[in-house]
């Protein structure tokens, strides 16, 4: 496997000092788009989506466009080789001779990671199954500075699927980095966040309450984000029937809100806000695309090394270095990549050795052997 290219694969692969900076970008490109409308010219961005979505590939289509790029790709599985049964690896292996960045979303969980093994170029995670969407966050974080003028010090409700909501795990993942965040977590029992990202957050000693009454929660929040149950991620239709509605954000929910509360949800919503809201002024979750836009825009130019701050080279920190091959063990996930693409390695970190407890290095999911 080789990498020689800086990728974004977890929100975690960047220092809080470039996502400031990233986010410092995204408000000189608002201020000035002129200013950055030839920053790319020649370079070409892949969008590599075996899996649907609207923002994520079109903002990125539109962010390389508006930087002077060029754009190719694909928009479904169907449409490429990958229906005939190619691998992740090989068509990383062949796309990165003829582009310059590629943006992907798939939806096995480390599919990303595998592709960023084997590029020669930037691999941005458009998300990879119920793992990481760090661009969402990207978003996300940008809105949330922009609204409340801080990402220090908010209490955030999380609500809906924090089970398979990867833009839930993502969004955890950096805002730990912040001082004095405080979570609510409102999910039912079935959609709670996973085990090891809870334990996590109490060894990290965050303060972190669940609650599953979401009008319960509301008066302490400054930042609500509501996430859609996802059917793609369901097997049994029964069971995604009976949990699809388990919230949904009124203007009668509201009652007790902040009259600064800032509601994001990274869409796409089904039912689970109340087109109602949208008049509210605390609804920001379109205005989150606008700012995912610009987000993705200064990232394309870092990665891509065109800008004044230049990347340093370094490995998305999956712990491979640490990764061992355990005799017979196979990652218990199937959603993991390495269920379905038999040629990749079982590898997994030790977390804690004693108890046999060790991590799959492409999905992150912990097990007891
Ligand atoms: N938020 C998000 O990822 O939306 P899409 O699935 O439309 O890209």
């Known amino acids: 496997m080789k990498k020689?290219?800086?990728s974004l694969i977890s929100i975690?692969?960047?220092?809080?000092?470039?996502?400031?900076?990233?986010?410092?970008?995204a408000d000189a490109i608002e201020?000035?788009?002129?200013?950055f409308s030839e920053v790319c010219r020649h370079k070409q961005l892949a969008t590599l989506f075996f899996e649907p979505s609207t923002r994520t590939r079109l903002s990125f289509e539109s962010s390389m466009l508006s930087l002077g790029?060029?754009?190719?790709?694909f928009s479904s599985a169907n449409s490429s080789s990958a229906a005939k049964g190619e691998s992740v690896a090989d068509t990383i292996e062949v796309v990165s001779n003829y582009v310059?960045?590629?943006?992907?979303?798939?939806?096995k969980e480390g599919a990303a990671y595998v592709a960023s093994r084997h590029s020669t170029v930037p691999v941005i995670n458009a998300g990879d199954g119920g793992h990481f969407h760090p661009t969402q966050t990207l978003a996300d974080l940008l809105t949330i500075r922009r609204k409340k003028g801080r990402l220090n010090d908010l209490c955030i409700g999380i609500c809906g699927d924090l089970k398979y909501g990867r833009t839930v795990h993502s969004l955890i993942e950096a805002m730990q980095r912040y001082e004095g965040i405080s979570y609510v977590l409102i999910s039912p029992e079935e959609l709670r966040l996973p085990e090891y990202m809870r334990q996590k957050l109490e060894a990290e000693g965050a303060s972190c309450e669940e609650e599953p009454d979401l009008e319960k929660a509301m008066p302490k929040l400054d930042v609500l984000y509501m996430t859609r149950i996802q059917k793609?991620?369901?097997s049994d239709e029964a069971e995604y029937q009976r949990l699809k509605d388990s919230y949904i954000l009124t203007e009668d929910k509201l009652r007790d809100a902040k009259p600064d509360l800032s509601i994001l949800h990274p869409l796409p919503r089904v039912n689970e806000i109340s087109v109602?809201?949208?008049e509210d002024e605390r609804a920001c979750y379109f205005y989150q695309t606008y700012c995912g836009k610009q987000m993705r825009m200064a990232l394309i130019m870092y990665l891509l090394g065109l800008s004044e701050h230049k990347p340093e080279v370094s490995k998305s920190d999956t712990g491979e270095d640490e990764a061992v091959s355990l005799s017979g063990l196979c990652c218990a996930n199937p959603a993991c990549i390495s269920t379905t693409e038999q040629e990749l390695p079982q590898r997994?970190?030790?977390v804690d050795k004693e108890k046999g407890i060790y991590r799959c290095v492409y999905c992150d999911m912990e097990m007891k052997i």
Do not use: Q
């Open 4 to 6: 020689e290219a800086r």
């Open 12 to 25: 975690l692969d960047l220092s809080v000092e470039e996502i400031n900076w990233l986010m410092d970008t």
């Open 31 to 35: 201020a000035d788009p002129e200013a």
């Open 69 to 73: 790029g060029s754009v190719l790709g």
């Open 100 to 107: 310059d960045i590629i943006a992907m979303r798939h939806p």
């Open 232 to 234: 793609e991620r369901y």
């Open 276 to 278: 109602k809201v949208d």
């Open 348 to 350: 997994f970190v030790p």
